[in-house]
């Protein structure tokens, strides 16, 4: 028992010290769930299974570990038996060193806010031959990846040149009807709130902010720069859809069109200091590029400045190397069909490999491409991480970050960008600025989470 309390002390100290967004205290304050037990036979489709003995801590199928890294993680279940062999034996103990172990396979899952975690306890086992009978370990549950359904029934997994022939229809069908009916897509007015900035400083005085005193300056007083907010009505298109295998047909699911929202609501000031897009083009990202064709065509202006990437053409993910992985392909054109056709060039280079992306790197690309360009404009995947997240310190210009699928919560890592960088968050829901204004020991509630902002770092804490 000793030694294993001195164990528990180690782990502690050594998630404290690597500074995870997710801790393992977090994962354990779940509420427990009891089941009779669990049947693997009874699983659903998109589950991996991380398996270990009774009472044991020894991850047995290690290798699988390398096939769930290829997908997106919904949630992962922590499963265990609820008998006891001994008085002294602490569930909460163990539960540590199997979430350690995991943790030294793949610690990038605890950088993840986004995954559910799920403790469940099977009652079934009265004995100790009971016990040993009942699954021990990890149930992950991952996102499917999307398939599309051939004229001649066969249902597979969509390919890049899926994806670039739903992006070209529907830029080519754009104003007709079947393309809507088609893929359950519509267009409506919408009311949006768009903001800017005055150009003007707010005072600290209560009073003189009343009485409508601004400052040209923001002085040693660090005042705030005045934003000021205008609604108009805009008219937007949906276009992002998914296409499930159980359902065997397209259906839309998921209403986002947060790229086109935000390139509406910034169109006048947006790309003033010739800002540079850098969007994400692997797998699902295809319905939010449509949205950012569609937006351009409608709105020539100075956006000429893109970079694209895939994360490392198709590399395997075992010769990706942090800041060299590559798949990163930029182009300066006002010329609609060459910026268009650079993106397509990078979609069929590379559909992304494993789950997290090199964002950085592309940033990165981004400065060194256009080194008289403004701020960078980040399209990404609110579900992937950002592999390369310790390139951070080297971006030396602000990141907006238009997040693509949020549900609810955001990911960890883009919030970290947003702050480190002097930049800001864009949803379909919200758009979040101010982050450097934050002090240490500060909550702040982002979507339906809170995180403790430490050391210049985000804690995931409820």
Same mark, same amino acid.
């Given at each position: 028992?000793?030694?294993?309390?001195?164990?528990?002390?180690?782990?502690?100290?050594?998630?404290?010290?690597?500074?995870?967004?997710?801790?393992?205290?977090?994962?354990?304050?779940?509420?427990?769930?009891?089941?009779?037990?669990?049947?693997?036979?009874?699983?659903?489709?998109?589950?991996?299974?991380?398996?270990?003995?009774?009472?044991?801590?020894?991850?047995?199928?290690?290798?699988?570990?390398?096939?769930?890294?290829?997908?997106?993680?919904?949630?992962?279940?922590?499963?265990?038996?609820?008998?006891?062999?001994?008085?002294?034996?602490?569930?909460?103990?163990?539960?540590?060193?199997?979430?350690?172990?995991?943790?030294?396979?793949?610690?990038?899952?605890?950088?993840?806010?986004?995954?559910?975690?799920?403790?469940?306890?099977?009652?079934?086992?009265?004995?100790?031959?009971?016990?040993?009978?009942?699954?021990?370990?990890?149930?992950?549950?991952?996102?499917?990846?999307?398939?599309?359904?051939?004229?001649?029934?066969?249902?597979?997994?969509?390919?890049?040149?899926?994806?670039?022939?739903?992006?070209?229809?529907?830029?080519? @069908?754009?104003?007709?009807?079947?393309?809507? =009916?088609?893929?359950?897509? *519509?267009? #409506? $007015? !919408? +009311?949006? %709130?768009?903001?800017?900035?005055?150009?003007?400083?707010?005072?600290?005085?209560?009073?003189?902010?009343?009485?409508?005193?601004?400052? @040209?300056?923001?002085?040693?007083?660090?005042? =705030?720069?005045?934003?000021? *907010?205008? #609604? $108009? !009505? +805009?008219? %937007?298109?949906?276009?992002?859809?998914?296409?499930?295998?159980?359902?065997?047909?397209?259906?839309?699911?998921?209403?986002?069109?947060?790229?086109?929202?935000?390139?509406?609501?910034? =169109?006048?000031?947006?790309?003033?200091?010739?800002?540079?897009?850098?969007?994400?083009?692997?797998?699902?990202?295809?319905?939010?590029?449509?949205?950012?064709?569609?937006?351009?065509?409608?709105?020539?202006?100075?956006?000429?400045?893109?970079?694209?990437?895939?994360?490392?053409?198709?590399?395997?993910?075992?010769?990706?190397?942090?800041?060299?992985?590559?798949?990163?392909?930029?182009?300066?054109?006002?010329?609609?069909?060459?910026?268009?056709?650079?993106?397509?060039?990078?979609?069929?280079?590379?559909?992304?490999?494993?789950?997290?992306?090199?964002?950085?790197?592309?940033?990165?690309?981004?400065?060194?491409?256009?080194?008289?360009?403004?701020?960078?404009?980040?399209?990404?995947?609110?579900?992937?991480?950002?592999?390369?997240?310790?390139?951070?310190?080297?971006?030396?210009?602000?990141?907006?970050?238009?997040?693509?699928?949020?549900?609810?919560?955001?990911?960890?890592?883009?919030?970290?960008?947003?702050?480190?960088?002097?930049?800001?968050?864009?949803?379909?829901?919200?758009?979040?600025?101010?982050?450097?204004?934050?002090?240490?020991?500060?909550?702040?509630?982002?979507?339906?989470?809170?995180?403790?902002?430490?050391?210049?770092?985000?804690?995931?804490?409820?």
């Amino acid at each position: 028992m000793k030694n294993l309390f001195f164990t528990f002390l180690i782990a502690i100290s050594f998630l404290t010290s690597s500074g995870q967004v997710v801790s393992f205290d977090y994962i354990i304050s779940r509420r427990e769930e009891t089941v009779e037990r669990i049947d693997l036979k009874d699983l659903p489709k998109n589950t991996f299974v991380i398996e270990m003995d009774f009472s044991k801590t020894l991850i047995k199928n290690k290798s699988e570990i390398d096939s769930i890294k290829q997908f997106k993680i919904a949630g992962i279940d922590l499963i265990y038996s609820g008998y006891k062999s001994n008085n002294s034996f602490s569930q909460e103990i163990l539960n540590r060193e199997r979430l350690k172990n995991l943790f030294q396979l793949y610690p990038l899952l605890f950088d993840n806010n986004l995954i559910h975690w799920r403790l469940i306890k099977q009652n079934a086992a009265k004995n100790r031959k009971e016990a040993d009978s009942l699954f021990h370990g990890f149930i992950f549950h991952v996102q499917p990846k999307d398939v599309i359904k051939d004229r001649d029934g066969t249902v597979r997994e969509m390919t890049s040149n899926d994806e670039i022939k739903f992006v070209k229809d529907f830029l080519t @069908k754009a104003c007709k009807d079947d393309v809507f =009916k088609e893929r359950h897509i *519509s267009c #409506r $007015d !919408t +009311i949006i %709130i768009k903001q800017d900035t005055t150009g003007k400083y707010l005072p600290k005085s209560k009073k003189k902010l009343e009485n409508g005193t601004r400052y @040209k300056s923001r002085s040693v007083w660090n005042r =705030k720069i005045e934003v000021e *907010s205008l #609604r $108009d !009505t +805009i008219q %937007i298109c949906d276009t992002v859809w998914r296409s499930h295998e159980k359902l065997f047909h397209i259906e839309n699911s998921l209403r986002d069109t947060v790229v086109l929202k935000f390139l509406a609501n910034y =169109k006048d000031s947006l790309f003033l200091g010739n800002a540079v897009v850098v969007e994400d083009v692997t797998g699902s990202m295809y319905p939010y590029l449509t949205q950012t064709f569609l937006w351009r065509r409608k709105n020539i202006s100075n956006v000429n400045r893109f970079v694209f990437f895939n994360d490392g053409d198709n590399m395997d993910d075992s010769k990706k190397i942090i800041g060299k992985t590559g798949g990163i392909y930029g182009i300066q054109s006002s010329n609609i069909d060459s910026v268009e056709n650079e993106a397509f060039k990078t979609m069929k280079k590379g559909g992304g490999g494993d789950g997290p992306e090199n964002n950085l790197e592309a940033c990165l690309y981004a400065l060194n491409k256009f080194p008289n360009g403004g701020s960078l404009i980040m399209i990404a995947d609110n579900y992937a991480q950002v592999k390369d997240i310790s390139l951070l310190s080297n971006i030396n210009k602000p990141v907006k970050i238009i997040l693509c699928g949020v549900r609810q919560n955001i990911m960890a890592d883009y919030i970290q960008i947003a702050y480190n960088t002097g930049g800001s968050l864009h949803t379909i829901e919200e758009d979040i600025y101010g982050l450097k204004t934050l002090k240490d020991n500060e909550e702040i509630r982002l979507g339906a989470q809170t995180f403790l902002f430490k050391g210049g770092k985000f804690f995931l804490i409820k």
